[in-house]
Structures are given as structure tokens and as C-alpha cells.
């Protein structure tokens, strides 16, 4: 078969999918899978959610896109209610988690040039990952994701994550500093979770220097780890807040929260979408944050992390082929000493769809709407293939 006439940004399993429901995706094959990635932390409510659906298709049939130039009503209304949720002042709307990082970029530096300083520099971290757009992509801490794209936007220094002798130093040494950017839980660079103490220094520092604290949420956000936004169980009050991936449960759309003087700093004409915020989005994400809200999603979500990683570390902790198994709420991580890329596919085999990142990192961000059940048979699937392919054959099922 001819290579399909597609740019070649993935590396694509053989697999396509026709529907889903709840925690289940379902091939062109008629073969089921468990969903253990919801399309990298963006389906928290599991696929084809009634409510969600319901919301998409009125709103389909009454207005798609009206543009920015015109009152958006659900956009005011999505606007409140995460303002409510998050404490926030105010609401940017956009399409995609690195566009709400280039907003977020946008108004540290006009935060920056108010306060006199010409080349305004954000302190970024080491293992960062902020998206694909020139501005994000430097920001973000992978040289893979920049090679080749050089020059990079410049304007970010960059720091250890969890280290506050590094940041001290910066602090001292470079009067350029307008905000810090990161994100509470590390996803790409390996489900590492920030020290509780580390992001109440940095929000200390913020403070002192009045610096913009920045928190990219586009991964943890929307009832993942604990809570609705992950700077709520660390007890800290961010600047600015970013959101996207399970905003919309997969109808794209993005969001820049500000408060306090970083949400004064647009002015008509300073920042911009076509689509963002139109009223299909908003539809949608006003139907995912109203039922994260009403059944309590981001409890659920962290009673089923626990659950999960009490079963990990009983079934496999102390193994000798593994390093650490972590995570906060819905985003774990099970660090393998080696690297493990194949067991994708071979979980894939199994009916089970996971993630691997950083080469050793097996990432699960399974569907908030989980029942015990759906946990205990992820956990049992996945600990009985890391024992099989680590060889392990202490406990292996018969
Ligand atoms: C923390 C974080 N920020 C930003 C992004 C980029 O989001 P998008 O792919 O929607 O642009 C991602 C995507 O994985 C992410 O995990």
C-alpha cells in the first residue's frame, strides 16, 4: 500500500479506531481495547460521554462559529465558570494547549515591558515540555523537540526541575526575570511531580521579585490529579494558569486564565484567535467542566490514583527491573530501570492501550469515569505483561 499522503510528524500504529465508549475504543476490526492514554489526558470522561455529545450536537444545529468580533454567550458563561473554579480573573480562549502557552508567553512579557525591562526573560525548567509552536518549543526543556528549529525564540532561561539553589542564583544574577512557567506535574518529561515545597518557594520568589507565576495545566488540568486545576492540592496561587487537552474531552479548545494585573494586560488588538472560544467549543467544555463539577470527577480521580498505585506497588514494588512508580491522581508514571518502548505494542496485543515516554516512563492517563473495576483490570493487565516481558516469573499467572 502507498504511504498515505501525510507529513510524517508520528510514528503511527497499524490500528485505526471506528467508535468508543466510556473507558473502551473499538477497531475497524470489531476488537476492543481499554483506553489507558484517553488520547494523551484529553478524553477524562471517557469517549462519546452523553453529555458531551448531547452539548456538541444542539449547538451544532444552532450556531457553529461566530466570530471574536461579536458576544459569544457560552464563551462568557465557560469563561466564568472556570474563573470559579480556578479563582482566576479572566479567560483567553484558543484551540490547542500550545496556543494557550503562547498567550501565557505573551503577557509575561507585556508584564515584563510595563515594568521597564526591554528583553523580559522567563525562567523555564530543565525536562519542560510546552508544545510545538516556535515560542513553546524553546520553552519547552527536549532538545529533540527543537532540533532542527533553530533559531529558537529567545527569552527563556532555563532551570533544574525541583532545585532551589538554581533558582536562588537566578533570582540573585539576571534582573531580565518577568515570570516562571511549569508545569505541576511533569507528563512528557516523565510524570514527575513538583515537591510540594519546591512550588511554594517558587511562588515566594514570584512574589518577592513580582514575577508572573505561570502553571501550563494543558496536561494536568480539568479534575486530573486531585483536583480541578493541580495547583489547588499544593495550596499556591498562580498568575496565570493555562489549560487545554481535557478541556473540550476532544473537541479542541485551549484556555489562558490570568488574575491580578496579568489580566489586564491585553488590550483589543494585542492577542487573537479565529476560532477560539467560538460557541461550538465553548458548548462542549461548559458540558465537560459541569460534569467534573457535579459528580465530583476530581475526587474520583484521586481515590482511583490511589487505588491504582497501591496495586502497582504491591504487585510490583521492590521488583529488581523497576525504579519507581509515581504519579498524582490520574497521570502515573511506573519508571522501568531499561528502556521499554515495546511494550506498546504488546499491550496493544493484550487490548491495552498505554503510553511510554522518556524511553522508560510507563504513562497512564486513563478515563476519570473509571469504575473500580476498570481500575483493577488495567492493574492486574498491565502488572501481568511488565512481569512477562520483564521475565519475571515470581508471580506469573498460570
Ligand atoms: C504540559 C503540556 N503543555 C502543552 C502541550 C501542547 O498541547 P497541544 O498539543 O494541545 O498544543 C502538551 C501536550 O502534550 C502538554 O502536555
Given at each position: 500500500m502507498p504511504a498515505a499522503p501525510l507529513m510524517s510528524t508520528y510514528g503511527r500504529l497499524p490500528i485505526s479506531f471506528s467508535r468508543g465508549e466510556g473507558c473502551w475504543l473499538y477497531d475497524t476490526n470489531g476488537n476492543r481495547y481499554f483506553d489507558a492514554i484517553s488520547g494523551i489526558a484529553v478524553c477524562g470522561l471517557g469517549h462519546s460521554h452523553p453529555a458531551v455529545t448531547d452539548a456538541i450536537t444542539k449547538q451544532a444545529a444552532q450556531l457553529t462559529h461566530c466570530s471574536n468580533l461579536f458576544k459569544i454567550p457560552n464563551q462568557e458563561s465557560l469563561g466564568e465558570l472556570l474563573c470559579k473554579v480556578s479563582g482566576m480573573d479572566n479567560a483567553f480562549f484558543c484551540n490547542s494547549g500550545a496556543e494557550a502557552n503562547e498567550a501565557a508567553i505573551k503577557l509575561a512579557r507585556l508584564h515584563g515591558k510595563k515594568r521597564g525591562i526591554e528583553n523580559p526573560a522567563i525562567i523555564v525548567m530543565e525536562n519542560a515540555f510546552h508544545g510545538r509552536t516556535l515560542a513553546t518549543l524553546s520553552a519547552s526543556g527536549n532538545r529533540k523537540v527543537q532540533a532542527?528549529?533553530?533559531?529558537l525564540v529567545r527569552g527563556f532561561v532555563r532551570t533544574p526541575f525541583n532545585d532551589t539553589k538554581t533558582l536562588e542564583h537566578i533570582a540573585d544574577s539576571n534582573s531580565n526575570v518577568v515570570a516562571v512557567f511549569l508545569e505541576p506535574v511533569q507528563g512528557e518529561g516523565g510524570v514527575t511531580p513538583a515537591d510540594a515545597e519546591y512550588l511554594k518557594y517558587v511562588e515566594k520568589v514570584c512574589r518577592e521579585h513580582e514575577w508572573l507565576l505561570m502553571l501550563?495545566?494543558?496536561?494536568?488540568?480539568?479534575?486530573?490529579?486531585?483536583?480541578?486545576?493541580?495547583?489547588q492540592e499544593y495550596g499556591i496561587h498562580p498568575d496565570v494558569v493555562t489549560t487545554a487537552k481535557g478541556l473540550g474531552n476532544g473537541f479542541p479548545i485551549g484556555a489562558c486564565l490570568a488574575r491580578g494585573s496579568a489580566a489586564e494586560a491585553f488590550h483589543p488588538g494585542s492577542h487573537g484567535s479565529t476560532?477560539?472560544?467560538?460557541p461550538l467549543a465553548c458548548a462542549a467544555a461548559l458540558a465537560v467542566v459541569q460534569t467534573i463539577q457535579k459528580q465530583n470527577l476530581s475526587n474520583r480521580a484521586r481515590e482511583l490514583g490511589e487505588r491504582l498505585i497501591s496495586q502497582f506497588e504491591s504487585q510490583l514494588g521492590g521488583a529488581d527491573y523497576i525504579k519507581q512508580i509515581r504519579g498524582k491522581g490520574l497521570m502515573i508514571g511506573i519508571e522501568m530501570k531499561e528502556p521499554c518502548p515495546e511494550l506498546v505494542p504488546l499491550a496493544q496485543a493484550q487490548g491495552l492501550l498505554i503510553n511510554v515516554t522518556q524511553d522508560k516512563v510507563i504513562r497512564l492517563l486513563p478515563p476519570?469515569?473509571?469504575s473500580d473495576a476498570d481500575a483493577d483490570y488495567l492493574a492486574n493487565t498491565l502488572c501481568t505483561l511488565i512481569k512477562l516481558y520483564a521475565g519475571d516469573d515470581r508471580k506469573r499467572p498460570r
Open positions: 532542527g528549529f533553530e533559531p501550563d495545566e494543558v496536561q494536568t488540568g480539568n479534575g486530573r490529579t486531585g483536583s480541578y486545576f493541580a495547583f476560532f477560539g472560544g467560538n476519570l469515569v473509571m
